[in-house]
């Protein structure tokens, strides 16, 4: 901010850092696919995640599954996915009764479209149910646009967009 001062400026202009840490969040997620026929295949993913502003302080995740390979051309792919799994959540808060593991269902789909030579488009979803609460849901929808800026180097701008239905 700027405080009125009778000498040349006239002004005098005042800032207040805050050095210590206000947010955070980490995520990483692995993914191995293999295909067992030109339209079937097989996967597993595990993940981690951390949001303490979202109330979650660790989150693990497993999942296997299959998957349809339902459009495999050069210049545009989609295929969706159907898995099983096991989540362990470990809440910022822990509430009274609150089930730290449990078993979820995940249905997934991913969509690939390039543009021109040198950029795509690409839309994932993914929705994952507690089959102990089925009330308890997470969506999560990526869009991203890539372009080759050169032969080992390119930009990659994109839109995340989560919904958990019964937050931690």
Same mark, same amino acid.
């Given at each position: 901010?700027?405080?009125?001062? &009778?000498? &040349? ?11 210590? /840490?206000?947010?955070? !969040?980490?995520?990483? =997620? ?9 339209? $079937? ?11 303490? &502003? ?7 995740? *497993?999942? %296997? ?18 898995? *099983? ?8 808060? @822990? ?7 449990? &078993?979820?269902?995940? /249905?997934? %789909? ?8 040198? !950029?795509?488009?690409? !839309? ?21 646009? =890539? =372009?080759? $800026?050169?032969?080992?180097? %390119?930009?990659? %701008?994109? /839109?995340? @967009? /989560? ?6």
């Amino acid at each position: 901010y700027a405080i009125v001062d &009778p000498n &040349p400026p006239g002004y005098v202009v005042v800032e207040n850092k805050t050095t210590t /840490l206000s947010a955070e !969040s980490y995520f990483f =997620t692995g993914r191995y696919d293999h295909k067992i026929t030109d339209r $079937l295949f097989w996967f597993s993913t595990d993940g981690w995640e951390r949001n303490r &502003p979202a109330g979650i302080n660790n989150r693990f995740v *497993l999942n %296997a599954g299959l998957g349809n390979i339902w459009l495999d051309q050069e210049r545009t792919k989609f295929r969706t996915d159907y898995a *099983l799994g096991y989540t362990y959540e470990d809440p910022v808060f @822990l509430s009274p009764g609150y089930v730290r593991g449990f &078993p979820t269902l995940r /249905l997934g %789909a991913n969509f690939m479209q390039k543009i021109g030579a040198s !950029s795509a488009y690409t !839309s994932d979803l993914a929705v994952t149910d507690n089959l102990r609460h089925t009330a308890d849901w997470l969506g999560v929808w990526k869009n991203a646009l =890539t =372009t080759n $800026l050169n032969q080992r180097l %390119a930009l990659k %701008a994109g /839109l995340d @967009l /989560l919904y958990d239905n019964q937050p931690a």
